[in-house]
């Protein structure tokens, strides 16, 4: 059974920094894609950041230049690490696994920025 598992989420005031981890376990290919998406209240969910199998990204582009994402393939984890924060990024955010084209979320995780 497929388990994908976010941490890291929390509290940080503007212009601070988080770290997001995803891990997926129970899964018997290499995702072609990990990645992160995120929706605050009353908006639509929106891509943040995505890597394919072959290490090539993509970004919103408000996220640009201050997040960065990365995997660890031999582990199946994806890590999204975030550096001077806004209020606007804060959200319930979600990791997605592509399996076999299938798209697996995880549950999220929450990151508030306080101004």
């Known amino acids: 059974q497929v388990q994908i598992v976010e941490s890291g989420g929390g509290l940080v005031q503007a212009g601070g920094s988080l770290r997001l981890s995803c891990a997926a376990s129970g899964i018997d290919f290499t995702p072609e894609l990990m990645g992160w998406y995120r929706q605050a209240p009353g908006n639509r969910r929106e891509m943040v950041a995505t890597?394919?199998?072959?290490?090539?990204?993509m970004y919103a582009d408000s996220v640009k230049g201050r997040f960065t994402v990365s995997r660890d393939s031999g582990k199946n984890t994806v890590y999204l690490q975030m550096i001077n924060l806004e209020p606007d990024d804060t959200a319930l955010y979600l990791c997605?696994?592509?399996?076999?084209?299938?798209?697996?979320w995880g549950q999220g995780t929450q990151v508030t920025v306080s101004s």
């Open positions: 890597i394919s199998a072959g290490n090539n990204t």
């Open positions: 997605v696994v592509s399996i076999l084209r299938m798209p697996r």
